[in-house]
């Protein structure tokens, strides 16, 4: 292999097919076609080759969700509805089974990267997970990717201690709810502060409840914030992943808090995607052997969607070559 990393992209066609209404709903199908022209066109074109994601089963569903939800959410788009909950949540008659298609783009993820901890792996993917409850869905978000990611990296590799960071503009509630009470769960997220953004959870006194308690590490940011801001938390980051010792990393990786981007008032820039990307790498490598799992979450700005996910994986890929070297 030598110093040449390799990329896998697990996407799928039918992840097209969830549809959102066509309206005003910033959650759209060219979000995935944006990434893919970039990726295509990028210096990391040689290096990419693409894997298709399977199915979640009920089983794994049920790591996290309730029975209760996944009976609602199939009955819902079987008999014709347009959205469940609230309008954010709009879905078509196949979303249930692409939902399941699109959390397992993390199983599909972890199997590569046990495979290959070297590898650099990205599940471009919706609808995105973050904010789904075990109960319910919320902002755009129905099944949590990264949540049964990481508990079938627990039960079916034994990687007991899980880390998810997510830099998403928003603040993953739903990662939150698995793993503040869970030991061996941390949560790590950058996002625009909770008095001025959804979903107004995030808090940075919000640090985990009884036996979880110090797994939960929330840096929310000032509107307006931007790289230098981001920059100031990395040393409390590496610190908490001293303290925590994961065994796996996942990253929620969102791109909204760019500054073209208006679904937050965050304004990080498209290198700032790179720096992060660095530091992902790095901290894979100093804790988790190189475990890493990227899982896209949001990213609103279709102009510059591509360009800060082909910048967040050239920073990972760029950190190993070095290491490599
Ligand atoms: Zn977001």
């Known amino acids: 292999m030598g110093n040449v990393i390799s990329v896998t ?16 709903h910033p959650e759209i199908p060219q979000r995935l076609e944006v990434i ?9 074109q040689p290096l990419i080759s693409y894997a298709r994601p399977r199915a979640v089963e009920r089983s794994q569903l049920l790591a996290f969700h309730s029975e209760d939800w996944l009976f609602r959410f199939e009955e819902a788009v079987l008999s014709g509805r347009t ?5 954010d949540n709009q879905v078509g008659y196949d979303s249930f089974e692409i939902a399941t298609l699109s959390a397992g783009t993390g199983l599909v ?3 590569l990267v046990e495979k290959n901890p070297q590898e650099v792996v990205f599940g471009s993917t ?13 902002g755009f978000c129905f099944f949590n990717n990264c ?5 079938y990296w627990q039960r079916q590799y034994g990687r007991e201690r899980i880390c998810i960071l997510d830099f998403d503009a928003h603040h993953g509630n739903g990662i939150q709810t698995a793993f503040e009470e869970d030991p061996h769960g941390a949560y790590v997220s950058l996002h625009e502060h909770p008095s001025f953004s959804y979903p107004g959870t995030g808090w940075p006194e919000e640090h985990g409840l009884k036996e979880g308690r110090g797994t939960i590490l929330n840096l929310p940011l000032l509107p307006g914030a931007g790289d230098t801001q981001v920059r100031e938390t990395f040393a409390r ?3 908490f992943l001293e303290s925590f010792q994961p065994e796996a990393l996942i990253v929620g990786a969102g791109f909204d808090a760019h500054a073209e981007d208006d679904m937050s008032g965050l304004a990080f820039s498209t290198e ?10 790095d901290l894979a490598r100093r804790f988790t052997e190189g475990r890493l799992l990227s899982i896209l979450e949001g990213g609103y700005h279709i102009e510059t969607l591509g360009d800060c996910t082909v910048a967040y994986l050239e920073g990972i890929v760029r950190a190993r070559q070095q290491a490599a070297s």
């Open 9 to 24: 992209v697990i996407t799928d066609p039918a992840f097209q097919q969830h549809d959102t209404g066509g309206g005003e």
């Open 36 to 44: 893919a022209k970039a990726l295509e066109k990028s210096s990391l």
């Open 83 to 87: 959205y469940i909950d609230h309008p």
């Open 109 to 111: 993820g972890v199997d």
């Open 126 to 138: 919706r609808p995105p997970g973050h904010h789904a409850e075990p109960n319910m869905p919320f």
């Open 147 to 151: 949540v049964i990611a990481a508990r």
């Open 237 to 239: 980051i590496v610190t």
């Open 272 to 281: 700032m995607y790179t720096e992060l990307g660095t530091l992902v790498a």
